[in-house]
Every structure is written in structure tokens, then in C-alpha cells.
């Protein structure tokens, strides 16, 4: 790497979350917690309706990052769940290059990541380490 | 209240095996349409992918049940994967299983404690390899916590 500077594409717009999306979500991923789509549940449980899944909006986060960086070369995606996300929210996925470096005779690429809701509120934080091919 | 004689218990072994379908699915109920996963014949999993360990167990963790985490108080804090080379391919067997590591409680902002578990699974390849590993935070508040207005 020679000091080449990654930068980000633009940040990607998801939404209005709808509960189909968090349905197709917990279908993909198994974690049917009836809270994200059982509306009854959800208001028995003391809220005014549905939730999204957090580990939604730390996959959409996460794609943004692997899309822009490759799939193949992510090689750790911390995330930490903030605000809860509804449905009807917009989503916007974006971040920024923390740190490049050399490590393990590899080009590596700190990311600070971050899924907002339209109220600017925080949904999740994120951070991701990718290796960047053919620089290192 | 999450059992603190739970850490350093494991949960039974599991095996998943990494179908290119259920990569593409999955990609694409989180937002990504690339090719590297929708087309490539052995694509990688997307990086929160191994999140579908879920499935094997049923649903709901054992090791959850094995740290007495209630389900309806725990929120998920935190959710760390780890690669050690590229992530795994379609095709792969994993095997996993997961280790209560930590528990410990900090005070809540609205009073009443909150209690954090850790856990982590490793995930092997069939030649015995670690390669990834996936840290679960849990948090599970106390009842004074929420029974402010």
C-alpha cells in the first residue's frame, strides 16, 4: 500500500422498514423471536407495536461494507445495537476508514460503520477490519 | 437471574453446513444484491452469516438457557464475528459450539443492575481449523430497572 486513501462510496438509503422486511429477515436467519412480528406478543410485552431484529440492521450495515470491499475480505465486523428500529423508519448505512496498515504481510482497512435512523438517533455502531487485496 | 455458574460451560456441538441458497437468501433480506453472492457457484457467507447457527439449535440458543438468560429481559448489547482468511464458502461443513466465557453486572442508568453474558462460538472446518468465531453480549436488566415509570 502506498499511502493510497480508501474512499467510501455513497451511504446507502434503506426503507421504509417494513414488518415483511423483518419477516424475510428472521426467515433467513432463524431467530424467530415472535416480538418482530407477533403484534399481540409485542403490545402484551409492553410495547406500542413491532420492533425490527438488531442483527437486520447490523446485516444491512455489514453489506454496505462487504459490497464496497468485498465479500471475501472481511475479517471481523463488530457491531453494538443502539436504538431500536420500526417499522416505517429509514435506514442509512455509511462510514469511514479508521486506519490503513500492513498486517500479517497483508493491506488492512480499519472501518468505523454507522446505521442512522431518520431522526439522526443511532440504530447500531459498527466496526469492520477487511483486508485490501493487490496493495499490501 | 442469568446463572454466574454458567462461564466457562459449552454448549453441545453442532454442525452446520453452508448451503449457497441459504447465502443468497440471507443476502438478500440484508440489503445486498452482489453477485459475489447471488451468482458465484461457491459464494462466501455474508459477514453476520453465521448468525443462522440459530437454526440448528432450534430457535433459541441452549446456551442461553444454559446461562439462564431470560429471553422476554435480554436485549442483544453486542455482536462480534471474527475470520480467520476469507469467510466460509457454500459447501463447507462447520462445526460449532458455544462457551459462556464472561458474566458480569454494571449499574443501570436508570437504577437496578444490569447483567452482561458473554459468549462465544468457534466454528471449525472439517480439517479441524478455526476458522471463525462469533461473541454474543447479552443484557439482561434487573426488575427495579423497569419498574420505574
Known amino acids: 500500500m502506498t499511502g493510497q486513501v480508501l474512499t467510501p462510496p455513497e ?4 426503507g421504509p422498514v417494513t414488518r415483511t422486511d423483518i419477516v424475510r429477515y428472521q426467515g433467513a436467519s432463524g431467530d424467530m423471536q415472535p ?24 446485516g444491512l450495515l455489514a453489506s454496505w461494507a462487504a459490497d464496497w470491499l468485498g465479500p471475501e475480505n472481511v475479517r471481523r465486523y463488530r457491531a453494538r445495537f443502539k436504538e431500536q428500529v420500526w417499522p416505517g423508519d429509514v435506514l442509512t448505512c455509511s462510514g469511514v476508514v479508521a486506519r490503513e496498515y500492513e498486517a500479517h504481510g497483508e493491506g488492512r482497512v480499519d472501518l468505523d460503520l454507522v446505521c442512522t435512523r431518520q431522526t439522526g438517533g443511532v440504530a447500531v455502531q459498527a466496526w469492520a477490519t477487511f483486508v485490501v487485496p493487490d496493495v499490501g | 437471574m442469568p446463572n454466574r455458574g454458567a462461564v466457562g460451560k459449552s454448549g453441545a456441538e453442532l454442525v452446520m453446513d453452508v448451503e449457497r441458497g441459504k447465502i443468497r ?3 438478500r433480506a440484508t440489503g445486498s444484491r452482489n453477485p459475489a453472492y447471488l451468482e458465484d457457484e461457491r459464494p462466501v457467507v455474508p459477514p453476520t452469516f453465521l448468525t443462522t447457527q440459530l437454526i440448528p439449535q432450534g430457535g433459541d440458543a441452549d446456551v442461553m438457557q444454559l446461562a439462564a438468560v431470560d429471553l422476554q429481559r435480554g436485549l442483544h448489547a453486542e455482536q462480534e464475528y471474527i475470520f480467520h482468511g476469507p469467510p466460509p464458502r457454500a459447501g463447507a461443513r462447520l462445526t460449532f459450539s458455544t462457551t459462556v466465557t464472561d458474566m458480569y453486572e454494571k449499574q443501570g442508568r436508570r437504577g437496578g443492575a444490569m447483567t452482561f453474558v458473554v459468549m462465544v462460538t468457534e466454528f471449525r472446518d ?8 462469533a461473541r454474543n453480549t447479552v443484557v439482561e436488566t434487573s426488575p427495579a430497572a423497569e419498574a420505574q415509570p
Do not use: K, W
Open chain 2, 25 to 27: 437468501e440471507f443476502a
Open chain 2, 126 to 133: 472439517e480439517a479441524g481449523r478455526l476458522v471463525a468465531e
Open chain 1, 35 to 58: 416480538i418482530h412480528h407477533d403484534e399481540e406478543y409485542a403490545r402484551a410485552a409492553g410495547f406500542p407495536t413491532v420492533f425490527s431484529v438488531g442483527m437486520f440492521q447490523a
Open chain 1, 11 to 14: 451511504p446507502s438509503v434503506f
